[in-house]
């Protein structure tokens, strides 16, 4: 968007100026970047029993990272992160960007009241989420089986929750029954503000709204749904509430639902005979913090700026 | 081809195009809709008649009774409101102030100020969390609301700061221009003409600020998990975590929390989508 720029010179109005940035400025500098900043300075000190916090250098990280017990616990969240993530980009955002497509054809009816209903769940606490379908899925109930049964796949129904196999891959799909609202509503936006002529050209001359959606409307809204897969970069990466609440901070069975957000949790609080440790716990962080970085800068650097080439 | 050939055609993509859009509207809404159906039947009515609506023969609330004997769930809602309408109401005046600013006068830095207050956009304040426990501690504000408060409005502040600066340069300029030759103070030309002016974008960083506040985990549980300062996600994590086997309780106290944020969607969702299609989010 072209902005015309501020127009005030701020000379004329110091203390108005001054007035309105400071309050909001020095809350988030309190409480925003001066808490990342300081996370990144504990993790690079220790305290030993009973004594002060001393400067270890990167001796945290070496622990996490290739300590044999830190490693094997902090390679096998990210990679279940990995995963968590991938399930999200190959079904989440295709679903997302298929609704929004049907969504934004011509002259359909009831638009407005599917787009409500079919959002409602992201509006949900995660952790009312998780309970929702904990329940579903459990096999004391049986409900979920039931369901199964009206498609004709009882046979398929499992304790699925409570395996290692699929525990991982079922809380995914949870989290993507609750998610899809996001891609849906952003990129449902991005459709809506294509201008009619761009579109109507091409059905004048006799192509389908598929045929016009998948060469005409997706590569124009291309940029969002790079933006779209950023946020549900960044949003995987910082997850924890769905795991905590569905298997607590132990991410059971046997690890096999631990993502970084519940290995951060346990490494900070500690949990069963394993103490808490802040330095530990400002490791992890920073190291969330390294991976989260590093996909937004990949997004900004090599992906956006390409994409704005490209629409040019 | 015939014209009534079109039609029958299109009649029939009509069809398939609803039927999608019916069946995914059935897969997000029913999960929700089986909950707190189930939340009105006895034990019995549950388990053997689980899609089945709540009857003369089943119909109980005896689980709602139990939540609300067994755990504080008025004052978790209490907490829960106060903490985010106070939230809103410091994030959007605080929010607006600094995003007209930025978009109003022209000084130093005002480019670097504007990207250094976006980096919360992209990057979350729980990886600060270690430091954000420890500032609280020395704070003194343990299990306390106002703990809450200033962080969530920390982590409201970069988007609402963004969306409404892009907002505010939509603001005509004569509008400003006629109040400053009339002599009007800075103060006073935001308080009386600008304020009212984003109204509408002011409702919608309301919702986006609103909901992930409301929904939170993460900081309840380590900033103020006890002390009867539980909000209510945090409130419906313990109780179910000690009532998991009482199906009536947990099947209630999910319902209670859901019903009122459908109750506050169904209200505001025109406003969200509003503002979203108004080009809020590029």
Redesign the interface.
């Given at each position: 968007?072209a902005?015309?720029?501020?127009?005030?010179?701020?000379r004329k109005?110091k203390l108005?100026?001054i007035?309105?940035?400071a309050?909001?400025?020095i809350?988030?500098t309190?409480?925003?970047?001066?808490?990342?900043l300081?996370?990144i300075r504990?993790s690079f000190y220790a305290t030993p029993s009973g004594g002060e916090a001393a400067f270890v250098g990167l001796d945290n990280y070496r622990t996490i990272l290739a300590d044999p017990d830190w490693a094997s616990v902090f390679w096998n969240s990210f990679w279940n992160n990995m995963k968590f993530f991938a399930v999200h980009m190959l079904v989440q955002n295709p679903?997302g960007i298929a609704?929004a497509g049907?969504?934004s054809?011509p002259q359909?009816?009831?638009r407005?009241t599917?787009?409500?209903?079919?959002?409602?769940?992201t509006?949900?606490?995660?952790?009312?989420v998780g309970?929702?379908?904990q329940?579903?899925l459990s096999p004391v109930?049986?409900?979920g089986a039931?369901?199964l049964d009206i498609v004709g796949l009882k046979s398929l129904f499992g304790p699925w929750l409570g395996k290692e196999a699929s525990a991982l891959i079922t809380l995914s799909f949870i989290s993507v029954?609750q998610w899809?609202g996001i891609p849906l509503?952003?990129i449902?936006?991005a459709l809506?503000?294509i201008p009619d002529d761009l579109v109507d050209a091409a059905v004048v001359d006799g192509a389908t709204h598929f045929e016009v959606f998948i060469h005409i409307k997706l590569p124009l809204v291309l940029p969002t749904v790079a933006m779209v897969s950023?946020l549900t970069f960044?949003g995987n990466f910082?997850a924890?509430?769905l795991i905590?609440?569905v298997k607590g901070a132990l991410a059971g069975p046997n690890f096999s639902t631990d993502i970084m957000?519940t290995l951060?949790y346990r490494t900070?609080?500690g949990y069963q005979l394993q103490l808490g440790n802040?330095h530990l716990?400002?490791t992890v962080?920073?190291l969330?913090?390294l991976i989260?970085?590093g996909g937004?800068l990949f997004y900004l650097f090599a992906i956006q700026r390409r994409l704005a080439r490209y629409q040019m | 081809m015939s014209f009534s050939n079109i039609r029958r055609e299109d009649a029939s993509r009509a069809v398939i195009?609803?039927a999608?859009?019916l069946t995914?509207?059935l897969?997000?809404?029913y999960?929700?809709f089986?909950?707190v159906i189930n939340a009105f039947k006895t034990r019995k009515g549950?388990?053997r008649d689980?899609?089945g609506l709540p009857n003369a023969e089943t119909f109980s609330i005896e689980g709602f009774t139990k939540v609300l004997a067994k755990s504080n769930f008025e004052l978790f809602f209490y907490n829960s409101f106060t903490v985010t309408i106070v939230t809103i109401v410091i994030v959007l005046l605080?929010?607006s102030?600094?995003a007209?600013?930025?978009?109003?006068?022209?000084?130093p830095g005002?480019t670097a100020?504007a990207l250094?207050?976006a980096?919360?956009i992209?990057?979350?304040?729980?990886?600060?969390?270690?430091?954000?426990?420890?500032?609280i501690v020395d704070l003194g504000l343990v299990n306390t609301l106002t703990a809450l408060v200033?962080?969530y409005?920390?982590?409201g502040?970069?988007l609402a700061?963004f969306i409404l600066t892009?907002f505010m340069?939509q603001i005509p300029?004569d509008l400003?221009e006629a109040a400053r030759c009339d002599g009007v103070?800075?103060?006073k030309i935001?308080f009386a003409i600008i304020l009212p002016l984003i109204r509408p974008a002011v409702a919608t960083v309301a919702v986006f600020t609103m909901?992930p506040i409301?929904?939170?985990?993460?900081f309840p549980?380590?900033l103020a998990p006890g002390d009867g300062k539980q909000t209510i996600?945090l409130g419906?994590?313990q109780f179910?975590g000690q009532y998991v086997t009482d199906?009536n309780a947990?099947?209630a106290s999910?319902s209670l929390?859901?019903i009122p944020?459908?109750i506050l969607?169904?209200i505001f969702?025109?406003q969200l989508?509003r503002g979203?299609?108004s080009?809020a989010?590029?």
């Open positions: 968007m902005h015309s720029g501020p127009m005030t010179d701020w109005a108005p100026v007035a309105f940035l309050p909001a400025t809350i988030y309190l409480f925003m970047i001066y808490p990342l300081d996370s504990l679903i609704l049907i969504l054809l359909l009816r009831f407005n599917y787009r409500t209903m079919m959002i409602m769940p509006m949900l606490s995660v952790v009312i309970f929702i379908w329940l579903i109930w049986g409900v039931d369901l029954w899809v509503m952003l449902y936006a809506l503000a950023i960044v910082n924890f509430d905590y609440a957000g951060f900070f609080f802040p716990g400002a962080a920073s969330m913090f989260i970085l937004v | 195009v609803h999608i859009l995914y509207t897969v997000a809404l999960p929700i089986l909950i549950i388990f689980p899609m605080l929010a102030m600094a007209w600013a930025l978009s109003e006068y022209k000084f005002n100020l250094y207050l980096i919360g992209m990057v979350p304040i729980r990886l600060g969390s270690v430091s954000i426990l420890n500032l200033l962080v409005v920390a982590q502040l970069p700061i892009e340069h300029k400003k103070g800075e103060f935001f909901i409301w929904n939170d985990l993460w549980l380590i996600t419906v994590q179910i199906w947990v099947l999910l929390a859901i944020i459908l969607y169904l969702s025109r989508i979203l299609t080009g989010v590029k």
